[in-house]
């Protein structure tokens, strides 16, 4: 059946019966002369068929930092240093490497300097060898890597776990509680953490615990500097608390009946998980500065252990006359740490972009 109807200007597309004795209307187009216009059912056909998908929070933060070629790059070498480091001793044993290795044939009786020019730089030994033992100094900043991040992940991991917990406890309850923590936080803060290191790496370095040698060295500097380095991100988390436990879904929470350790650990602790990652991003850098610095003074890692401080403390007495024993650890901290902070910077841009 067809049926057509009149209209007052121009005409309209007939109304058919279609399968099934169900009518379907189609969108009505007025014409006026050669112009013709959509009337609303026109606009409203194709609704419904492209859905359009919200994005999560994740979602936004990823495509701030794509934007950010500087953060990008930081972690693409962040990533490639973190590569080399997990796979230092499987590379040193399929290519045969050994960072102990003594190759006095390389070093000049009468100078005790490496043979050849710019520190012995050969196709065997491509950064020289040291000149002292003649041990290849790529085969030791390789191994050296891993002690560095083992010490900086195992000492940022420690303060955050420590930090986080004792600084969501001082701003979600407050008072006596919040008092007590924040000036613990104080009396931390109040040492002189490099003296205080110095003084409990030195008199543990013979035993303690059950451990010696490389264990021994790597626990105890895990555990000095990340112990008592919590305080700067428990003020951190302390603040962001305050700020939280006044939002909606914490009094909603606490409307049904929460306790106090489910919103602290099931409520707050995810809205803090941002500020969190950036901070660790921004402290791995200062722990593996930290642990270099040990090593440098001799309270760290000890020899023959490859550590990029330790090479620094040896390169000391041979930098006039062979600087490229001192260029190549030096090189290895600076774009090590200016990696990292490279991406914590791109990761407080793309999880705060208020903070531009």
Known sequence: MQVDKA?????????TTGERGRVTVTAPIETTGAAAEAQPEAVLEGAGKGRIEGRSLGQIAWSRFKKDKVAVAG????VLLIALAVLSRPLQALLGLDPNAFNQDLITPDTSLPKGSWGGMSADHPLGVDPK???DIATRVLEGSWVSLVVAFGATILSNVIGAIMGVIAGYY???????????MDTF?????????IAISATLQGGAFGLNGLPLHLSVLIFVIGFFNWPYLGRIVRGQTLALREREFVDASRGMGAKGPYILFRELMPN?????????TLLIPTNILFEASLSFLGVGIQPPQASWG?????????????PQYMIVPGLAIFVTVLAFNLLGDGLRDALDPRSR
């Open 133 to 135: 033992f003649g041990r």
């Open 7 to 15: 209209a007052n200007r121009g005409r309209r597309r007939p109304v």
């Open 174 to 184: 407050g008072g006596r509680v919040d008092n007590v923590i924040s000036r613990l």
């Open 310 to 322: 330790g090479m620094l403390r040896e390169a000391v007495t041979y930098y006039q006359v062979d």
């Open 75 to 78: 972690a693409v070498i962040v």
């Open 189 to 197: 803060l109040a040492f002189p953490l490099l003296l205080f290191a």
């Open 272 to 280: 803090l998980v941002g500020p969190i990652i950036v901070y660790s």
